[in-house]
């Protein structure tokens, strides 16, 4: 279906004011409902098309004279406007989605009730209502459900049930397309109340003794973080009630739907997490509102700044949930945790400019929103903020959302409010780190010959770099490490070392740089770990050598070396869970496009595997029995588990004193033995026999597909072409479960597959679940140079869809380092 064009979007902006929207939404049937949408509008005169994303299209009214339904096409109605208020009538039926756009579907595994949400971030609004969609043609909405009768329904305004499945609700703000959403089923809704705002909290019924135990925690982080964002922002929030759903198969972190928020199931603990995914969720509560002011009170005119959207909610998420909230440690998680990402998305050869990047579709943008718009973004907003100030920054802030209030706004519009408020000229800042792409890389060469060492700065294409910045550095003085800030304005900037003293460099995580351990350093290192406490400091190493590594100028033996001296005294349980996944093997945790797996690309995999192994245990066996600290460091240890026995102790509740062996670590340690080939079918069909729920579903498909046997391997491939329908979270798991590093001989068949069956991927899949079946079913694990030489023909391919040759060039690139690395240290 055609994505609009930026083109298009002006000139509709330029023809249209929406007046109102009044959508009429029946959500009783099971695969379909029916539609009905009622557009005011004023028009200055001309032609232009309505979207419509729809199964059947029964009806279209212009001014009450019906049109002929049969113009529709391509997911556009063209539309004659002459100058003039109008109105148009749409009926039609839609059909509910499984891959997590649209109106999503889902039936809970756990007990067999259904609940819908929308998702209509970036282009999806027209799949559930007939609309003008783009950011900028915002406009308030008046919705009414009917449901079954046992369902709850929520949307982004307040609503109310009038008799048994009929809801109503009261007109919301203007709202752009793409954050209007609602939500229905047999939710079970948590709700409180905090200086006059309604505050709910929703979930499956099948996970409300979750959201129960952790009702007070949720609340406490929603009210403390409305004070501060009113302290900050000096405007209240403008949506009325506050709702936050955790939801099925969601396939983003969160979405901010104004009043509406709703956030990925997983943020839900049904089994015990260690401390770390309690920030992530803490930040994530604040991230999104934020967004309330930042993109929802004021939204961006277009795409190209949907970047400036998110470095602005993470930048504030970050930073409020460290200062107002129990979670002081955000900042540290957020160096340890989220750095990689943006790193290494800055560093591949589909890397871009934060902004400006034009973003002709939505489907262009869609592909740019990804970690340089989010952890770049931020580390650049972080960097401005400390350099303008507070007062300049928040003075800048609330007059840009006083300005452009319910309305829409450039980065431009915010740049020219800092300016106002004192901010300076900010165009040259602006040029070296939005509009230019790419990162320095920054080396310290130590001093020869009684010289100065030197840090030497070199940009990806050569040149002169333009990207001023200012960190710490920290240096070892033989008891401690001593921090000194260093401005590196020039290429080459001495320092003053003594010679042979370990230096971290951006000891407290305020550079954006290719950074590396030097070897006098991560000689000495293996030694200082232990007495390294502050946790920025200890984040920007482990993020330093995960970057070393990827960029092969730090040999993983030597990664291994650090890991395996440092992990045993790492009192923060979140870099307990990177250090574990990035040690685990592929389709472990996060997928390939953070950073090289460090037991991909070492040189003696058994002995590394066996030594990280050890250390997450030994660490794991010195934290507090029961503790946060003890569940990583045992998640992690399950990750490299070497055999089957440590894994069959845990299932017997008989591994280590205090670990409380709940569903997530018995599936842990199911996926571990399937890796291993110490698991069967059989086994993993009692498994889910006892505990049915959505988690433990995925994990089992997880496992199904990891099986070392030629009929798992087919079966997965089924649901990557589509000839099985698979849900998006299906696809993710089935993906990440079916590629293992050591399997080639039942593996080596799909690899040649792969290129040939992925381009007609596109007749089953559109949007976010395209990429992410090309992604996790790329086979990564095949790293020779033969899957590189298909991946780069299938890139030049003429034709091929844009989404997937994205999703290839970095798969290229990984695969490519892979080998680089090994060439390097391992052959
Ligand atoms: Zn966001």
Known sequence: MASLLLDEARARFDLLTVTAYDVTLDLREEDTFASRTVIDLVSRGGQTFLDLKALALHVIRLNGAALPVDAWADGRYPLALPAGEHRIEVEATMGFRNDGEGLHRAVDPADGRTYVYQMSFMSAAPSVFACFDQPDLKAPYTLHVTAPPDWLVVANAAGTQVAPGQWEFARSEPLSTYFVTLLGGPYHRVADEHDGIPLGFLCKGSTARALEA????????????????????GIRYPFGKYDQAFVPD???????????VTFREGHLFTTSVPRGLRVQRATTIAHEMAHQWFGNLVSPKWWDDLWLNEAFAEYMGNRVTAEVTEFSEALAWASTTRKNWGLTADSRPSTHPVAGTGAVDADAALQDFDGIAYAKGQAVLTQLAQRIGDEVFFGGVRDHFTRHSFGNATMHDLFDAWERAGAGDLDAWADAWLRTAGLDRVELVRPVDGAAAVLVRTSPDGRPSLRAQAFDIAVWDGADWRTTEVSLDADHVPVDLPADAPVVLDAHDTAWADLTIDHVTAERLIDLM??????LLRGTIWTTIRNGVHHARLDPARAVDLLTAGIPSEEHDFALTAL????GDDGEGTHHTVHLKLLAVVADRESAQRRLYDAFVARATSARPGSELQLAAAQAAILSAPEPEPLRALLAGEWLPGLLLDSGLRWRALKRLASLGATDLDELDKAIAEDSDAKSQLAHAWCRARLPEADAKAWAWQRFTGEV????????AIGSGMWQTGRDDLLAPYGVRYFEELPATTEVREGWVLGDAARFFYPITLTTEDTLRRTDALIAAPGLNPTLRRVLVDAGDEVRRRLD??????R
């Open 725 to 732: 329908k698979a849900s998006n979270y299906e696809i993710e």
């Open 580 to 583: 574990g996944t990035w040690a």
């Open 214 to 233: 952790d009702a007070e925690e949720l609340f406490t982080l929603t009210r403390q973080c409305f004070d501060e964002f009113h302290r900050l922002f």
């Open 250 to 260: 969601f396939n983003a972190s969160a979405m901010e739907n104004p009043g509406c």
């Open 530 to 535: 232990p007495r390294t406490t502050d946790p």
């Open 821 to 826: 690395c090994l060439q390097e240290y391992a």
